[in-house]
């Protein structure tokens, strides 16, 4: 099926299977990599990437379904080679080791403080339940979300 | 050395960390090579039976489909799966990279398809049809030690792999003399290790160099050179093995598994890059797990709570093969079951038994959490038998900071330890006295408040070579280049733990340069000198200390250089902040300037040896017992058995610390997988031996809102077993987390009468408890 949709502000024309799925469609065919698959059943939370300003687990979504969406991975969150501040907050507060659930954490935490800008202890802990950590033991997590939240607010 | 240096001992932010939150780090599965083939392995569904036939027929005419190989096809081709663990008189089954004719657990590989794509090799794995011919199963370990237990490998004629007895002591008149003997039968849940990624294998076969070069997401590339180049009879200097990034380990990359010799050999058949990804589901079929003991112990005590003598009699579930380390967990499980008291008399009889199951392995703290687990619960068996507090039983029978080195009846030498000054740390942050008074109020309401405390000590740094099947040394490489710029070559193999940041830390620091001048580089062993990897909280306390020895040397040589280059007597050399000042006059030269005139040698002393590089590789003469306290606060729901945890706090000493920031995070992410085994984790296979916790669904890694916030602090007791002073700390969490929130929530149930419950303690079963 020939389908169309923007990966980080830029277009794709492409023919796929009807069954491929969207991360497999940003890592196989766009060669976005940061994208990661963790376990394909929507537990994890590694492929969460934005679709049209909504976060979603890319592992189960089609790619025809994000045709004609705007699609944001993690390669489209720095600008101009300035980190976004939730990537600034990670690194800042030691919120990832071994990094791999780190791009799928980060785009849901842009979600998160999208639609709640001041989240307390208990709702970050409640608005990342979608994404598995297996190094940090989500600690250091909460304070980058924390910072972040700082930061954008700053930022307004 | 100095530990209040510029880096060294500060919070650095880590340099990994630019690429990994861009995503523009690569993992195995990131690396794509122009025309890879894709290959989807078939495995078992039984959990033992023999394979009548395959029928590959209609899969080879797949679309996309390139190859499919059977058991057949690489019988005396490639070697078994190796174990490397070596005890008298131990049964090793013949472990084939696809079956041969047999099956012994779910998940077994038996057939590999290779395709244009995956989706097209999944297409066809669907397409084989394996003729089984079920055989009787045995699951429970215990069961399986039997005389009337199917047997899983015929030639043995029993499932027992091995017997295993350790400790020293008297250990009849130790029980002789007791006043009083707990005893309590103790169940440790096979776990799943889970690292975030997968394991995933791309190897790539150049028929005309006769060269390989495989890509696994490891913990060991090195040793996985050797033993894959060993299984594909090839020259091990002709493969080169490259480690990217690794999304975790935790043990279970600690191995050697049959894909990767599996891959290497269909590379060498197709002439393509090969790549398989591990799919979740067969990352809970087929990588190990870990823990899977079941044993009963028993404590000789005197009323005063002086303890006598530990007997632990113990089956160890090893699965239905040996895995690369398999019949070594239990044995560690053996060494640490003295826990940080004085037990004069300890005896282990450890039974190894097979069973229609994945392997267990190094799983984080590896046997140790076992034997902390189980000392630990003890302790709060014997308090509440001896009607004393469980703080002051701990304490009684703990060795004062002047006994150390402090030899131990299971034969080991703990290095050094203040256990009382973490203990005293602890129940102050805990405020101890005040909360066991709010504990009483909140019972006489009705409230289920728990109160567990655990004391422990690991053993890390591993090790001495004599104690590890492949040696335990580790290597480092300084190589100061002509521009000054400084690249270091190690021999572990970081995966999440931050090395890159901590020995830039060390050179800048040592060679008085600035961090972001280092090049840390690590898993590829065509650039690496051969390394044992990254495991046994080692990689900064063997590890680093080969960087500290190399880097010695290259201060060395320069120093010879600098004193010729400033014609100074070599002995009246300081050599600070990077710049080596010489007396009388302090005239200097960096060393830099040093780094350029040792590679173009124009004035150099005579048979001075250009370049300035050196390479060290570090023996540690004893394992290093890293300790601390950990007390966790849990309130049980009445009404539906839910745990909720209030308070926890851990007081760790992990010896010197190179960066707090992560030694910080590695305590966190411990804990969380010590507290998830206590709370959530269990993999369960039924009576079949069918796997019930295939999935994230169904097996309870836990989650941001499952867990508390960790109140952590520290006591710094330095090691000299090497020169950082450093102990490891990457397994202290976890060892500490699962007994403090036994202890926790078992001590909440006291009202009910309760004095042991089997891990996990899910709430259905603390409402069946409390409802029963
Ligand atoms: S890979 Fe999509 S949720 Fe795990
Ligand atoms: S940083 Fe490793 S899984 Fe989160």
Redesign the pocket.
Known sequence: MKISLSINGTSYDTDVEPRLLL?HLLRDVAGLTGT?????????????VMINGKTA????VLAVQADGAEVTTIEGMAQDGQLHPVQEAFWEKHGLQCGYCTP?MIMAVCGLLKDNPNPTDDQIRHGIE???CRCTGYQNIVEAVKYSAEKLNAQK | MSFLAKYIGQKVKRTEDPRLVKGIGHYVDDIKLADTLHVVILRSQYAHAKIVSINTDAAKTSPGVVAVYTGADVAGKVGFVPCAAALPGLNVPKYPVLADGKVAFVGQPIAAVVATDKYKARDAADLIEVDYDPLDVVTDAEASAQSDSPVIHEEFGTNVAFTHQAGTGDIDSAFAQADKIVKEKLNHQRLAPISMEPRGVLAHYLPGEEQMTLWSSTQIPHLMRTQVAIMLGMAENRLRVITPEVGGGFGCKLNVYSEEALLGWIAMQVHKPVKWIES?RENFQATIHGRAQVGTCEIAVKNDGTLLGLRYNVTADLGAYLQLLTPAIPTLTGLMLSGCYKIPAIQMNCVGVFTNKMSTDAYRGAGRPEATYLVERMMDCVALELKMDPVELRRKNMPKPSEFPFPTATGLFYDSGDYEKALDKALAMADYQKLRAEQAEARKQGRLIGIGVSTYVEICAMGPSIALPAGGWESATVRVEPTGKVTVLTGVSPHGQGEETAFAQIIGDMLGIDMNDVLVIHGDTSIVQYGIGTFGSRGLAVGGAALVKAAEKVVAKAKTLAAHLLQTDEASLTFENGKFVGAPNDKSVSIQEVALAAYIPHNVPEDFEPGLTATHFFEPKNFTFPSGTHICVSEVDRETGDVKILRYIAVDDCGNQINPMIVQGQIHGGIAQGMAQALFEEVVYDENGQLLTGE?MDYAVPKAHQLPFFELDHTVTPTDVNPLGAKGVGEAGTIGSTPATANSVIDALAPFGVTHVDLPLRPEKLWKLMNN
């Open positions: 991360v990661h698959i963790g376990c394909e059943t929507s537990i994890c939370g590694a492929c969460t687990k890319s592992c189960c799928g979608g994404n598995l | 979740r994230l």
